[in-house]
Every structure is written in structure tokens, then in C-alpha cells.
């Protein structure tokens, strides 16, 4: 079964700081997205990217978030300076072709905590 | 915009039952329907989707779920559950006509019990 893994799985970070968070997408796949959870709400869209370049973002998504495809396997969350409320678990997620067409995998998640 | 609602937060039942998880949607055109389930410490994995055609779907592990158009809804059942069911389920939908974004209901929490 192939698997969508990301790193790290848990992290700690100050207020202000910068926060990365990795993930390895499924290999042939061409549509990658990051998601979000906050303790005790609902999972929230994020962003999808394919071809090397944003194709949708929601409100959340404002200027202090990024992604990047660094390489040919990496997809990357940057979140510039971290605030309490983006306290949350971060799911990274990839598949091969847009949602009607085939399923979206789903990481094990990236809990991130704000203090 | 297209919306999901899970009345239930949580669920208790007993092995051996029958369970139904409630989802209704709201959207003013035509919808894709999903089922995700989160086991303790994993990711969302895909139970089934409804895209067209017959109104029941079946997916994995036993569960089924059915597209009810004039009440909305797409709700998920298991004639009996076992303990490893017990999980987070969380219903999503999409919009038929394009764009990648699912928007997910609040989950409900089902707990299977002995």
C-alpha cells in the first residue's frame, strides 16, 4: 500500500518562529495538498498544488503560509511566523489525478504546537 | 458554498451491533460524497465515495453508505461493528464540476464496546 509519510510528527515552536513541515507524496502522483485540523474542529483545506504551481488556496492560506516542491519527491509547508492559532495537526495529502478521478492519500499528520 | 454537517460528535455502540454515522450536506449544485476514517494515531484513509450512478455505495471494511438527494444526506452504516472499528469518521464532499478542495464535516467519534 503506498503511503503518503511526513515529518516531523510532532513539534514545538516558539511564537514568531519559522516552522517547515515536510512530506513525501505518493511517487507518481501529480496533485499534492496540505490540510488542517485544530484540536477539536473540523479539517480545513489549505491548498492544492499541481504542475509546479498553486491551483487553489483558501482564506487561511494568507501570506505568511508557502509551499514548495523543492525536489522531485518533497512537498514543503512553510509557515513564516507562527502564531498561537496556527496551533493545529497539519495533513499533507497527494493523488494522481484531481478527486473525481481517483483518491486522495492522506499522511499520518504533523501536530504543531505554538507557545 | 458547499457545506457538511455531522450531528453527532460521538457514538458509542456495542460489538456485534449495528451502527449508522448521520451526514447531511448542503450545496447548490452537484456533489461528490466521501467517507474518511482516522484510526487512533493514523491518517484519513478513504472508506468510499459516492460520484454517480447507484445511489448505495459499498467500501471497505463493511461499511456502506447511501445517497439520499432529497434529504441530502449520505449516511454511513455497518450492520455489525467490531472493536477495531472504533475510530474518527469524518464525511466530505466536493464539488462535481471541478476543483480539488474537500470540505470536511466535524467527524463523529465512534466507539465500539465490548
Known amino acids: 500500500e503506498p503511503e503518503v509519510t511526513q515529518t516531523p510528527s510532532h513539534q514545538v515552536t516558539q511564537m514568531g518562529q519559522e516552522v517547515i513541515l515536510r512530506c513525501v507524496p505518493i511517487?507518481?502522483?501529480?496533485?499534492f495538498y496540505w490540510y488542517r485540523q485544530i484540536l477539536g474542529q473540523k479539517v480545513e483545506f489549505l491548498v492544492s498544488f499541481y504542475n509546479n504551481e498553486i491551483s487553489e488556496k483558501s482564506e487561511i492560506f494568507d501570506d505568511q503560509f508557502s509551499v514548495e516542491r523543492p525536489d522531485g519527491s518533497n512537498f514543503t509547508l512553510k509557515i513564516r511566523s507562527t502564531k498561537l492559532e496556527d496551533s493545529a495537526m497539519y495533513f499533507c495529502a497527494s493523488s494522481g489525478r484531481n478527486i473525481a478521478g481517483n483518491t486522495i492519500y492522506f499522511g499520518e499528520g504533523s501536530w504543531l504546537t505554538v507557545v | 458554498a458547499q457545506s457538511v454537517t455531522q450531528l453527532d460528535s460521538q457514538v458509542p455502540v456495542f460489538e456485534e451491533a449495528p451502527v449508522e454515522l448521520r451526514c447531511n450536506y448542503s450545496?447548490?449544485?452537484?456533489?461528490?460524497l466521501f467517507w474518511y476514517v482516522q484510526y487512533p494515531n493514523q491518517g484519513l484513509q478513504l472508506l468510499l465515495k459516492y460520484l454517480s450512478g447507484s445511489t448505495l455505495v459499498k467500501g471497505i471494511n463493511g461499511f456502506e453508505a447511501e445517497f439520499n438527494k432529497s434529504q441530502t444526506s449520505f449516511h454511513l452504516r455497518k450492520p455489525s461493528v467490531h472493536i477495531s472499528d472504533t475510530a474518527e469518521y469524518f464525511c466530505a464532499v466536493t464539488l462535481s464540476g471541478g476543483g480539488n478542495k474537500l470540505t470536511f464535516g466535524t467527524g463523529t467519534q465512534l466507539k465500539v464496546e465490548l
Open positions: 450545496s447548490s449544485v452537484s456533489v461528490y
Open positions: 511517487s507518481n502522483h501529480l496533485y
